[in-house]
Nanobody
Framework: QVQLVESGGGLVQPGGSLRLSCAASGSIRSINAMGWYRQTPGKQRELVAVITSGGRTNYADSVKGRFTISRDNAKNTVYLQMNSLKPEDTAVYYC???????????????WGKGTLVTVSS
């Protein structure tokens, strides 16, 4: 009853930029935190950035100063602006959104299917 659709991944050269989007739709009463994670083969999924419902943000040290997370509450969408990309940023990026559905009062975590970001010359 809730769907997340990610977009914006692709191939980019080192130093380039990409913007990821993740839109939630369906039976949504309210949205709490929204975030982005990434995963490479053989490694655990790691937090990249998170933004609370109040707009507070937190970033992994490896992306501070290069990535910016933002949200559009009217569109139930979270964005990740990635600048000065490095080869080590190559990963599958997943959005994660904490949602309270209509008729419920507890938070459910939803994940996107992932979008591949490849940074290579």
């Amino acid at each position: 009853q809730v769907q997340l659709v990610e977009s914006g991944g692709g191939l980019v050269q080192p130093g380039g930029s990409l913007r990821l989007s993740c839109a939630a739709s369906g039976s949504i009463r309210s949205i709490n935190a929204m975030g982005w994670y990434r995963q490479t083969p053989g490694k655990q999924r790691e937090l990249v950035a998170v933004i609370t419902s109040g707009g507070r943000t937190n970033y992994a040290d490896s992306v501070k100063g290069r990535f910016t997370i933002s949200r559009d509450n009217a569109k139930n969408t979270v964005y990740l602006q990635m600048n000065s990309l490095k080869p080590e940023d190559t990963a599958v990026y997943y959005c994660n959104i904490a949602i309270i559905r209509f008729g419920e009062y507890h938070v459910r975590d939803y994940w996107g299917k992932g979008t591949l970001v490849t940074v290579s010359s």
